[in-house]
């Protein structure tokens, strides 16, 4: 049992530092010039210096709500693992983990719903680009969705035992 706790709590910080990165660095789409890789994140458009992301009129609110739902998944994150530590040693067996599931489960909500509304609006367009493709960040935002959702789970099996 300590085994498993151990695993998932390596896991928890691990998806933690991944949303970290994946929300603050600027490689969602990569996409190349005449010049250099042109890459474009959340907040910045780098080519060979960044500069603010240019974007639409109307993408400005769906590039402003993956923003805000990123920030919420890293939040609910840290509170999930700080719930998981405090209820790990304050409360007894068969009460643990409930809250510390339920609120990774949100977290995984804002993990989805922020990367599919960046897949619906935003793949498909580096500017000033040509041959766009998902840069790392993308990427491990998607693998912090699967994480989140099996730790959200593992907590909510884990409360019995």
Same mark, same amino acid.
């Given at each position: ?79 999930? %693992? ?75 099996? %884990?409360?019995?035992?």
């Amino acid at each position: 049992m300590l085994v498993l706790l151990a695993g998932i709590f390596v896991v928890h910080i691990a998806t933690v530092i991944m949303l970290f990165v994946s929300t603050i660095a600027n490689v969602w789409m990569v996409g190349s010039s005449n010049y250099a890789t042109i890459s474009t994140g959340l907040w910045l458009l780098c080519n060979r210096t960044c500069t603010e992301l240019p974007v639409s009129s109307q993408d400005e609110a769906s590039l402003k709500a993956v923003q805000a739902f990123m920030i919420l998944s890293i939040i609910f994150s840290v509170v999930a %693992l700080v719930l998981f530590i405090v209820q790990l040693f304050t409360l007894e067996k068969g009460k643990r983990f409930y809250m510390t599931g339920a609120v990774m489960l949100v977290c995984w909500m804002c993990i989805l719903i922020a990367v599919s509304i960046y897949t619906a609006r935003f793949t498909s367009t580096v500017a000033f680009a040509t041959n766009p493709h998902h840069g790392y960040c993308f990427i491990l935002a998607w693998i912090c969705f699967c994480f989140s959702f099996i730790i959200g789970i593992l907590y909510l099996v %884990l409360r019995k035992k």
